[in-house]
């Protein structure tokens, strides 16, 4: 049995187009947020309520799908949890925890909770390789 593991898998909707960035070695990386959503029955009320989390996600050389990568798509990710740390502009260490993206998959868009594919994407559960 492993002593520790950091495993993430998250299925989720792009809150905004990637930002592709290409490194100095020529790497491209692509930074996006990603919501995540839980549906309960509030036990009093017995109403529906919803709860949405953002997540920050890297997806390292995203060269191959960073033009599927944009607002209202549906992935499923899987990665490792990061936290780093950087000096802000007015000098404060700033921490930052993020999922880095080991494998992604395209699911499309999102629609009330229903599947339909994307214009030119790869169809449904298509795993795209990076």
Known sequence: MPRSLNRV????????DAEVKTTGGGVSVANFSLATSRRWKDQKSGEWKEETDWHR??????????????KGKAVLIEGRLQTRSYD???GQK????????????LLGERTTGQETPGNGIPADDDEVPF
């Open 9 to 16: 898998i998250l299925l989720g909707n792009l809150g905004q």
């Open 57 to 70: 996600v890297v997806l390292w050389r995203a060269d191959s799908v960073s033009s599927f990568l944009t």
């Open 94 to 105: 700033r921490f930052v925890t993020e999922v880095v993206a080991e494998s992604l998959i």
């Open 88 to 90: 802000d502009k007015g």
